[in-house]
Every structure is written in C-alpha cells, then in structure tokens.
C-alpha cells in the first residue's frame, strides 16, 4: 500500500518561502497525479494543487501567484513551495495521491505536517 | 468555483441510529462527489468514491448515493468509532473544492 510522508520546517517566517516535501513509498510515483492540500487548525480542508508525474500542474487560483508544485522522479517525491507567506498560511498541510486520474479522488493521504508562520 | 454546502454541520447521535449527511454542489458535477472522515488528529480517509463507490476496506455501514447537485452520505447502524468530521469533495472542475464538514458526535 502506498505511504507519503510530508518532511519541512514547521516554523517560517512571515514574508518568507514555505517549503514541503512528500516521499512516496510502497509505489511508483509515475502514472499518477500528486496533490497538496491544507487545513488551518479547527478549520475545513483547501486545496492547494496537483502535478502529474511529467510534470504538469494545475493551482488554486487563490494561491496561484505563490505556489509552485515540482515533482522529482528519480527520488520518488514531489514537493510544495509557497512564496510570501502570512499568518493566514499556518495549517496542517498533508499531500495526497490522486488515483487513477486527475479528475478521481484522493486515495491516499499522508499524515500532516502542521506549518506555523511567526516571527 | 464549485462551492459544496453540507449540512448538518454537526449532529449528535446514539451508537446504532442511522445517520444522513448530505452534500449539494452548487452547480451539477455529475459523479464525481467523494466523501472522507477525519478523525481528531488524523488526515482524512476516503470512504466513498464517485458518489456511491465503496473504498477498499471501507466498513459496509457506509454507504452513498446521489447524482447532479445533490449527494447522501449514510452511515447504518452508527458505531462509537464513527465519531469524526466528514467532508464531500468534488473532482469535476477546478479548483477542487470541499464541503465545510460535518462533525459527528456520538452521544
């Protein structure tokens, strides 16, 4: 069964660059979408965006300007910058597998990494 | 955007009740509603796909059903550990959105 595990730094500063990476293990990372969502704490879930393993993405209009989604193959993981962070920006954010196809569900998600922006 | 509007947001209920959540897209999305549960502390766990689709593993109590506009979630004979947050999301069109949740206590 696939696993993703989110790894990055759970404090950064306001005005600066948050930034996250998933490792995907018991699976390939090729054939499928990979996304990233967001919870702020005692709220509901956002999502952030997607990429395909080639490398095509897709973003919440809402964080466009901000967001960049890479993928890297050969580690077999996929990773999520976010320029210009507020405090508006602190939230458990989880990535997730799309299965099957980008217009399917997220099956799998990894556990949460709470992020924090404070000086 | 696809906006999803779920009610109730919270309901209290007693172990072996039957329970309806319902999830209404504001513009038709086809099938493609999917239904999680959060528990405190965990990510989501998806249950139910493309509407009435059970995931793998996914107790039998749960089931799902709709098309359109408007989607069920049910959840028979309610067991203590069904005490969580569910949310539907849509995968029609960008961005992906949720519902607000509703949060499931069980008295």
């Known amino acids: 069964q696939v696993q993703l595990q989110e790894s990055g730094p759970g404090l950064v500063k306001p005005s600066e660059t948050l930034s996250l990476t998933c490792t995907v293990s018991?699976?390939?990372?090729?054939?499928?979408?990979w996304s990233w969502v967001r919870q702020p704490p005692g709220k509901g879930l956002e999502w952030i965006g997607y990429i395909y393993y080639s490398g095509s993405t897709d973003y919440n209009p809402s964080l466009k300007s901000r967001v960049t989604i890479s993928v890297d193959t050969s580690k077999n993981q996929f990773s999520l910058k976010l320029s210009s962070v507020t405090a508006a920006d602190t939230a458990v954010y989880y990535c997730a597998r799309v299965g099957g196809s980008k217009v399917t569900a997220i099956d799998y998600w990894g556990q949460g990494t709470l992020v924090t922006v404070s000086s | 955007e696809i906006v999803l509007t779920q009610s109730p947001d919270f309901q209290s209920v007693t172990p072996k009740e039957k329970v309806t959540i319902t999830c209404r897209a504001s513009q038709s999305i086809g099938s493609s509603l999917h239904w999680y549960q959060q528990k405190p502390d965990q990510s989501p766990k998806l249950l139910i796909k493309y509407a009435s689709q059970s995931f793998s593993g996914v107790p039998s109590r749960f089931s799902g059903s709709g098309s359109g506009t408007d989607f069920t979630l049910t959840i028979n004979s309610l067991e203590a550990e069904d005490a969580a947050t569910y949310y539907c999301h849509q995968s029609t069109s960008l961005p992906r959105t949720f519902g607000q949740g509703t949060k499931l206590e069980i008295k």
């Open positions: 018991g699976g390939s990372i090729s054939s499928y979408y």
